[in-house]
């Protein structure tokens, strides 16, 4: 009783912290002090939170591969979820406050605008990975392929770093980091399979040399 407590006061301070990008948007909104393109801004600044939050959720594996640590894995899915949020956040500001619902100019801009196209494309990744983060959808599904489908997360992240690089034109270190971290989080992920696989293959070759 009292562990599934802290969890569930765990999880609300996470969302709460993860909450006050947003809170401190909406109150510059509301003071006017986005510049001279609102929108834009509001747009980066959700982005920029998405892939945030979106490689946060990608942490807590490599974490445990390489150290051990266990304690943040029952936080990831909450991170995921606050990333799929602030990336339903962007796709909406975009779709109604930039270009009204107007359907024609969407579907213009995403066949014409690179950036756009492969920031639909993360989206769309995220949506069933989103729908599939219950445990019911765990049970359902079974562990091994909801595992499979959620490895769709790391293409969707990816797909969130070009993204970002594509619509930056001018200064590039922002992106660059976010490209950076993702890196290194894919080389961790992979680096612990390897090293576990390694480190059977020799106790097996020690065992037979004996």
Request: glycine share 8%; charged share 15%.
């Amino acid at each position: 009783m009292a562990g599934g407590r802290a969890r569930r006061l765990s999880r609300f301070a996470l969302i709460a912290a993860c909450s006050i990008p947003l809170v401190l948007l909406v109150a510059a909104a509301l003071g006017g002090r986005l510049g001279a393109n609102p929108i834009e801004a509001a747009l980066n600044r959700l982005g920029y939170w998405t892939l945030f939050f979106l490689l946060l959720a990608l942490l807590p594996t490599p974490l445990r591969l390489l150290f051990g640590w266990t304690w943040p894995a029952p936080l990831r899915r909450t991170l995921g979820l606050v990333a799929f949020s602030y990336a339903c956040l962007h796709l909406t500001t975009y779709v109604g406050i930039d270009q009204f619902f107007d359907l024609h100019a969407i579907v213009a801009d995403v066949v014409k605008r690179k950036f756009i196209t492969i920031g639909m494309l993360g989206f769309a990744l995220l949506v069933p990975l989103a729908l599939t983060s219950t445990d019911r959808a765990v049970r359902r599904l079974g562990y091994v392929r909801w595992k499979r489908l959620h490895r769709l997360v790391y293409l969707a992240a990816l797909c969130g770093v070009v993204h970002f690089v594509w619509r930056v034109k001018a200064d590039l270190r922002e992106p660059l980091v976010f490209a950076g971290v993702l890196t290194l989080l894919l080389a961790a992920r992979l680096a612990g399979p390897l090293a576990r696989s390694a480190a059977k293959g020799l106790v097996r070759a020690r065992s037979r040399s004996r």
